[in-house]
């Protein structure tokens, strides 16, 4: 067989097939990888707190159910949506909406990898960390997505709580236990989701009105979005360098959460003043802003510890 027509059949069994790549991308595996980082960056803090630690395979067993419940929250987020997601340019090429999986199949998928990560973090680790994850799981397939993001502009605000809570139960998975250490990571990653996917919105806030999502660009405007970016951040940046003010990191996650947060500042000011697409910059950035920030966590708790 050639290369191109293996590449034919491949694109056709992608295409128009069940095939494992449809449902492994209805898992939203960039979110997923996200959910992983923050997990491990989680339990590599709880492990720099507690000598004893955990079995490396128990370890790996915690975080692979951490992921596979992100992926469970993802399948049935985007079954419950696949009438927005049919209607927005970014999503309407997702596994239901483009008809390579069936909604009852995608809501079944949805449901059995929910359990299994439930049952398999709580056989293989413990329960706490279990009943956290299935907490997160319901949090984010149903109170964000059934009940608030159609119906309130405060849905992200208090959906991207369900984002937050990975680094609390990686943490947790050394003895089913959370420290303030675990809220603050949480509390840094509450704060930073709004900003981000607001926006996010102001780059598709026609499709968000086309869906009828209540998203804060369609309810009450650009500007009053982009003052409401501008506070958060302004949050942000003060309440990411409490781990250091509460005397859990050194100076190399202090200087790192300072240069990061005048960045972020900088990209959340030419927002304001309305330059040139500053509201990709300020997405994209504010990745690279939460990736480098919780790396900077791993590496001075490595330093001070290991």
Same mark, same amino acid.
């Given at each position: ?11 056709t069994?992608?295409k ?5 790549i ?9 979110v997923?990888?996200l #959910?992983?980082?923050?997990a491990?960056?989680?339990?590599f803090?709880?492990?720099s707190?507690?000598?004893a630690?955990?079995?490396p395979?128990l ?8 992921a ?17 997601d049919? +209607?927005?340019?970014?999503?309407k ?6 008809k390579?999986?069936d909604?009852?199949?995608?809501f079944?998928? /949805?449901i059995i ?5 439930i049952?398999?973090?709580g056989l293989?680790?413990? @329960? ?7 907490f ?8 964000y997505?059934v ?15 369900s984002?937050?809570?990975? &680094?609390v139960?990686?943490y947790?998975?050394i003895? /089913? ?6 809220l603050?990571?949480f509390?840094?990653?509450?704060? @930073?989701?709004?900003?981000?996917? @607001? ?6 806030q ?6 009828n999502? &209540?998203?804060?660009? #369609?309810?009450?405007?650009?500007k ?6 501008l506070?958060y ?16 990191s ?14 972020l500042?900088r990209?959340?000011?030419a927002l +304001?003043?309305? *330059?040139?697409?500053?509201?990709? *910059?300020l997405?994209?950035f504010s ?5 480098l ?14």
């Amino acid at each position: 067989m050639n290369t191109k027509t293996f590449t034919n059949e491949l694109n056709t069994s992608i295409k128009f097939g069940n095939s494992p790549i449809d449902y492994f991308i209805l898992m939203k595996p960039r979110v997923m990888s996200l #959910v992983v980082f923050t997990a491990f960056v989680g339990y590599f803090v709880g492990l720099s707190d507690n000598i004893a630690g955990l079995n490396p395979i128990l370890a790996t067993i915690g975080i692979f159910a951490i992921a596979i419940g992100a992926g469970a929250s993802g399948v049935l987020n985007q079954w419950y949506e696949r009438d927005i997601d049919s +209607i927005m340019e970014r999503t309407k090429n997702r596994p239901i909406p483009s008809k390579k999986i069936d909604p009852s199949e995608a809501f079944t998928f /949805g449901i059995i990898l929910s359990f299994i990560s439930i049952i398999i973090l709580g056989l293989a680790v413990n @329960w706490f960390s279990s009943l956290l994850l299935a907490f997160t799981i319901i949090f984010y397939a149903v109170i964000y997505t059934v009940l608030l993001k159609r119906s309130t502009i405060q849905n992200i605000v208090i959906g991207g709580a369900s984002g937050a809570f990975p &680094p609390v139960i990686g943490y947790s998975l050394i003895d /089913g236990n959370i420290s303030l250490e675990a809220l603050l990571l949480f509390g840094i990653i509450f704060l @930073w989701t709004p900003p981000h996917f @607001w926006a996010l919105a102001l780059l598709r806030q026609n499709e968000y009105r086309s869906a009828n999502i &209540p998203m804060l660009p #369609v309810v009450h405007g650009e500007k009053i979005t982009r003052k409401y970016i501008l506070y958060y951040v302004l949050s942000l940046v003060p309440f990411s360098m409490l781990p250091f003010a509460f005397g859990y990191s050194s100076l190399i996650y202090l200087s790192t959460s300072v240069i990061l947060g005048l960045e972020l500042l900088r990209r959340t000011y030419a927002l +304001i003043k309305v *330059k040139t697409n500053s509201e990709n *910059k300020l997405f994209l950035f504010s990745i690279t802003y939460l990736f480098l920030l919780f790396l900077s966590i791993c590496l001075d708790k490595f330093y001070q510890n290991f």
